[in-house]
């Protein structure tokens, strides 16, 4: 069995409602994880645009740091270092140290990645920490990664 990544706010494939976007409440989902490696020891979640038109793979959010647990709540506060209402670190991003979710441009419709990694170890990590700065980090320490593909178009929200 392997690391599976789902929310009870979205299925895989599917619309993401407006509340958890940049046109709506921008709250983060919750997402519920299983099939956690026993010697996993922190983790990291991505949001990234996977179509972006200058910058590919555009990154929203990152979050690393993550005690391992099974359920991660929706609509976490802004802030780089979190105790409530879960541990974890929050760093630079279209989101700075916050989940900031899809603002696609009227008329287009983008798929967003959220990824989930499962690490050996906890990242040294200050507020300059970026995606690419973590992910170098995790370099070598990765045990698991699982996605959650979700699409986005302002037009799907008014069509409603």
């Not at 046109?23 to 020891?41: K, L, M, Q, T």
């Not at 989930?116 to 300059?128: E, I, Q, S």
Request: overall charge positive; hydrophobic content about 30%.
């Amino acid at each position: 069995m392997g690391l599976h990544l789902k929310s009870p706010n979205v299925k895989e494939g599917e619309y993401l409602d407006d509340r958890f976007t940049g046109y709506g409440a921008n709250i983060s989902p919750e997402f519920h994880i299983s099939g956690i490696d026993r010697n996993a020891v922190s983790m990291i979640l991505t949001l990234d645009d996977h179509d972006h038109p200058r910058i590919p793979d555009f990154n929203h959010w990152i979050a690393f740091n993550i005690k391992p647990v099974n359920k991660i709540p929706c609509s976490l506060p802004k802030g780089f270092s979190l105790t409530k209402p879960i541990q974890m670190n929050q760093g630079r991003a279209y989101g700075n140290y916050r989940y900031r979710g899809p603002k696609t441009p009227k008329g287009e419709t983008h798929t967003y990645i959220f990824t989930l990694y499962t690490l050996d170890c906890r990242l040294d990590g200050n507020l300059m920490s970026n995606k690419r700065k973590i992910m170098a980090s995790a370099e070598g320490h990765i045990l698991q990664k699982a996605e959650l593909k979700v699409l986005y178009s302002p037009a799907y929200s008014e069509a409603k």
